[in-house]
Nanobody, 115 residues
Framework: VQLVESGGGLVQPGGSLRLSCAASGFSFSRYAMRWYRQAPGKERELVAAIGSAGGSTKLAASVKGRFTISRDNTKNTVNLQMNSLRPEDTAVYYC?????????WGQGTQVTVSS
């Protein structure tokens, strides 16, 4: 199982970024996917989740109305569109999947929101 995030970087407040997670090693279309983030000195928190078919999504209250989660089961990717970014969104963002035999995390991608 491999999860590889991309798309992080430095952006000014109010800007946008699109994170992608490329998954392999399991039947992607059968599993829900999640994005977590961890800021320095803070616990890892759930940002967004999406059902296996993509029809069901959940967003943390702190990002609702600004972030969107989506997936492409033909490409085995899950995306996080982040708009109206704030300094408090600065964190390492991780892709996550819970399979029947274990939990898997990507290596993370750094998002820094700063002027």
């Amino acid at each position: 199982v491999q999860l590889v995030e991309s798309g992080g970087g430095l952006v000014q407040p109010g800007g946008s970024l699109r994170l992608s997670c490329a998954a392999s090693g399991f039947s992607f279309s059968r599993y829900a996917m999640r994005w977590y983030r961890q800021a320095p000195g803070k616990e890892r928190e759930l940002v967004a989740a999406i059902g296996s078919a993509g029809g069901s999504t959940k967003l943390a209250a702190s990002v609702k109305g600004r972030f969107t989660i989506s997936r492409d089961n033909t490409k085995n990717t899950v995306n996080l569109q982040m708009n109206s970014l704030r300094p408090e969104d600065t964190a390492v963002y991780y892709c996550y999947v819970q399979l029947g035999w274990g939990d898997y995390w990507g290596q993370g991608t750094q998002v820094t929101v700063s002027s």
